[in-house]
């Protein structure tokens, strides 16, 4: 069993404000992509200028927290929020859902796309793989946080976190989602993305392989407490989520890939 790496959740303390980990995470995923963005910008083929990127990266972070809370409220504390409908507000709280901030972004592509006049396919094959970048970052943040954690397993990487009620050895999900849901996918996302490809085509290997790992991993992960499993008796609610998400993209990837070999033909 491995020893977890106590790290004070606070990076920094003045006075009373508190500036967690977590909070800092976001913003190194948003400088990340912002930097990315600028230089995919540069590309011949990029459907979005070099101007329009500070734009496209705001609407998109608004669209992360926005669709992030009010996907928590939906997905997975909905009778909190009705019996308390200012706690959508108190975001310090804690409280995002990844499908959430998901719709949220892609509502904010919409936006932009519209904006500057370009195919929304387009543009979100221009920015999905700026995504994974900010996902591993904040599954780090959940580790550095002590939340989030894995089921008890006696594998030689298990970890106690101080902060469990019970004390048990737990897979360190966190860990694996950062791993899975922010490097594999960014170096997968990214590399399919370095020439041009079928619109449609990079967003719908995004939604496929995110899925695929979220899916994978929430069998390491604990299910939220006051949820446990959905269906069957061993389905989550992140695995519920992700099945959707999967079908769509392998759908985006053949409409992308068959519209390709119709025109080819023709």
Not at 43 to 68: F, H, K, T, Y
Not at 124 to 148: H, M, T
Not at 157 to 182: C, K, N, T
Not at 235 to 240: A, C, E, I, K, Y
């Amino acid at each position: 069993m491995l020893t977890y790496p106590l790290i004070d959740p606070i990076a920094v303390q003045l006075g009373p404000l508190k500036v967690h980990w977590y909070g800092l995470m976001y913003l190194f995923g948003f400088a990340a992509a912002w930097l990315l963005a600028v230089r995919r910008s540069q590309a011949s083929w990029a459907p979005v200028a070099r101007e329009q990127v500070d734009d496209l990266v705001m609407n998109c972070a608004l669209g992360v927290v926005i669709g992030g809370r009010l996907g928590s409220g939906l997905f997975y504390n909905l009778d909190v929020w009705l019996a308390d409908p200012l706690w959508i507000f108190r975001v310090w709280e804690g409280g995002m859902a990844f499908h959430g901030g998901l719709l949220g972004v892609l509502a904010a592509l919409w936006l932009q796309a519209r904006r500057i006049g370009r195919p929304f396919l387009a543009v979100a094959d221009f920015a999905v793989p700026l995504v994974p970048i900010g996902l591993g970052l904040g599954r780090i943040g959940n580790f550095i946080g002590q939340e989030l954690w894995g089921r008890p397993t006696d594998l030689p990487w298990a970890m106690v976190f101080p902060r469990d009620p019970e004390q048990l050895a737990r897979h360190p999900s966190q860990i694996y989602q950062a791993a899975l849901e922010g490097a594999l996918l960014f170096a997968v996302v990214f590399w399919f993305s370095r020439r041009p490809r079928p619109a449609g085509a990079v967003g719908g290997l995004f939604l496929t392989l995110y899925a695929l790992f979220r899916f994978l991993v929430e069998f390491a992960r604990e299910p939220d407490r006051h949820i446990g499993f959905d269906l069957f008796g061993w389905l989550t609610r992140g695995q519920l989520l992700s099945l959707p998400m999967f079908a769509a993209g392998i759908a985006l990837l053949a409409w992308a890939f068959y519209r390709e070999r119709r025109a080819g033909a023709g």
